[in-house]
């Protein structure tokens, strides 16, 4: 697997990380260690570098399994759709560097990865069997990732949401009507992924509503703490039909 999609890596520091996709670890590398009494080597290459493989290797290799046997998962003009995310969980992984979440170190994790999203966003992917296949991308996370992805500003900012251009002083009125379309106000940066489209970010719903299920469960041990019985005065009215 290595020798068909080999792993390249590239400099974390944002000084030399101008289109370092390109850059392949260098020959024959010498190993040094640690320290004179360890045992542990380590490729000097490695340090402070992230790591990267194509997107596109990995479709070349992965795509004739998908698509041969009795009941292929791929069939004639499908399309192949791919989530980007940022946790790695259970999901394949073509970029990992070493650093903390914000929108300076995914700059440059991300100047690895946008020419080949953006070709196969483009102009899809064709196999080995000259097959052309169109390609979209999703794209999900929590909440802070999504942000900093898409340019938006932090959540206690007047414009937060992803979607929406509602101001935070008016999230309480339910009677507005908020188009889904695109968050412009709250955009201080711009999207890693340009080419992306509001309809294509999903929400990682476990974050959501867990932060939601948090928010109520505090309120109710609030109000029961101030009255152990207030929920034993609450009436269920029942509505009888005639």
Request: charged fraction near 20%; glycine fraction near 6%.
């Amino acid at each position: 697997m290595e020798n068909k999609i080999p792993i390249k890596n590239f400099h974390i520091n944002s000084t030399n990380s101008t289109n370092e996709f390109s850059t392949i670890l260098k020959e024959n590398n010498l190993n040094t260690f640690l320290d004179e009494n360890e045992e542990v080597f380590i490729n000097s290459d490695q340090i402070g570098n992230g790591s990267v493989r194509s997107l596109i290797g990995l479709l070349i290799t992965l795509i004739p399994d998908l698509t041969e046997g009795d009941n292929p998962i791929l069939q004639n003009n499908d399309i192949i759709k791919i989530k980007l995310g940022g946790d790695g969980r259970q999901v394949g992984r073509i970029c990992l560097y070493p650093g903390t979440e914000n929108h300076e170190s995914l700059t440059i994790a991300h100047k690895q990865i946008i020419e080949e999203l953006t070709i196969l966003h483009n102009n899809g992917f064709k196999d080995n069997n000259n097959i052309h296949w169109k390609v979209e991308f999703w794209f999900t996370a929590d909440w802070k990732y999504m942000a900093l992805i898409l340019g938006i500003n932090g959540p206690t900012s007047n414009y937060f949401c992803l979607w929406c251009e509602c101001h935070k002083n008016e999230r309480w009125d339910m009677n507005e009507n908020w188009l889904n379309v695109k968050n412009t106000k709250g955009k201080i940066r711009t999207s890693l992924l340009p080419f992306l489209t509001i309809k294509y970010c999903v929400p990682d719903e476990l974050h959501l509503m867990l932060r939601i299920v948090d928010v109520l469960l505090e309120l109710f041990f609030m109000e029961l703490m101030r009255d152990p019985l207030a929920f034993d005065k609450i009436q269920l009215h029942k509505t009888m039909s005639t």
